[in-house]
């Protein structure tokens, strides 16, 4: 069973809600890093706890919330080990595990409905990653984090 990582900002949270609500029916361990309320925060608080459990390996995957999904995502790519996909359809969502072994997706809930979001999220999750010629790509990617 995967375990993954959530986490959102005020413009996330109602959609938050209801993607906890579908990977817990899909039978997926959830850990929730806030935050809590439609009140105002500052998204960078909550992306970088998620992002970390990921790439400690604490979660397998992770999912990042905020309004346009572009801030969630810039935070995630400063962690090392993280490579998270702003996302705004199911096309990417899956593309980005298949060729970029992607670990983190985010997307915005000004952006995306629940529907979308929910196909992103059951691609994103069942989706693997391709290995072979993808592979030489990824470790070069990483590299940049150590320049
Ligand atoms: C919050 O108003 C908004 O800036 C945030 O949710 C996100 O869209 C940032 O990228």
Do not use: W
């Not at 809600?17 to 439609?38: M, N, P, Q, Y």
């Amino acid at each position: 069973m995967k375990k993954i990582a959530i986490a959102c900002d005020h413009g996330g949270y109602e959609l938050k809600k209801d993607i906890i609500k579908h990977l817990t029916a899909r039978g997926f361990e959830v850990c929730d890093f806030g935050c809590d309320s439609t009140q105002s925060v500052d998204y960078p608080d909550y992306a970088l706890p998620a992002s970390q459990a990921v790439a400690k390996g604490e979660c397998d995957l992770g999912i990042l919330i905020c309004g346009t999904g572009i801030g969630m995502s810039l935070c995630a790519n400063k962690v090392k080990g993280i490579r998270a996909a702003c996302c705004s359809d199911t096309f990417s969502a899956r593309m980005t595990r298949m060729h970029n072994d992607s670990n983190i997706l985010c997307f915005g809930a000004r952006v995306v409905g629940l529907g979308l979001a929910t196909d992103m999220v059951d691609l994103f999750l069942d989706t693997p990653f391709e290995g072979a010629r993808h592979n030489a790509r990824i470790e070069k990617m990483m590299a940049i984090e150590n320049l």
